[in-house]
């Protein structure tokens, strides 16, 4: 492991994270999830908030994707998405839906103001909840060319974080 860098489990976890919470709301796969936990794990992002009916660790699929990274990320639970909003707003974090609605901010055009930041995933059928939404402080849209408008949700959270720490939100 040290050859290639990688951190172990307790380095991880004493590691400086980028000051990014990602919320799922309501996803229905476990492969999805354990994808996101993975991607979480690469860009050092600070928590997972698994919320609704949103798989939760430990489970044999969610594992298949995640190869390990529940470990490292910390994650919470919470009954319902606005409640987790509701919670990261009540400290501090920015939160913006990752959607395409009216007055959505493109991806890469999108200033994190260098506030913490929480971003939510919606369901891979109905997307983030218009009771979320209507809390959040904005959308979040990744630009898209072909015939599609949606990506997985897996997908877009790994893009979302990458645009994050390529455009300089990441930890130090």
């Given at each position: 492991m040290d050859e290639l860098g990688r951190k172990s489990v307790k380095a991880f976890k004493e590691a400086e994270k980028t000051p990014?919470?990602?919320?799922?709301?309501?996803?229905?796969s476990m492969h999805n999830v354990g994808s996101i936990f993975r991607s979480?794990?690469?860009?050092?992002?600070?928590?997972?908030?698994?919320?609704?009916?949103?798989?939760?660790?430990?489970?044999?699929?969610?594992?298949?994707?995640?190869?390990?990274?529940?470990?490292t990320v910390d994650w919470i639970y919470?009954?319902?998405?606005?409640?987790?909003?509701?919670?990261?707003k009540a400290q501090g974090y920015l939160?913006?839906?990752?959607?395409q609605a009216a007055g959505s901010v493109q991806l890469q055009h999108f200033n994190t103001q260098n506030a913490p930041l929480a971003i939510v995933f919606g369901n891979e059928v109905e997307g983030v909840g218009a009771d979320v939404l209507a809390i959040a402080d904005g959308c979040i849209e990744i630009p898209q060319m072909g015939m599609k408008h949606s990506l997985n949700v897996s997908v877009a959270a790994g893009i979302v974080f990458w645009e994050l720490v390529r455009g300089g939100f990441a930890s130090t």
């Open positions: 990014v919470i990602a919320i799922l709301d309501n996803i229905r979480a794990d690469a860009f050092l992002l600070q928590a997972i908030f698994l919320c609704g009916y949103t798989p939760q660790p430990p489970h044999r699929d969610i594992q298949k994707t995640a190869l390990g990274a529940t470990e919470f009954a319902s998405t606005l409640e987790a909003v509701q919670a990261v939160v913006y839906g990752i959607e």
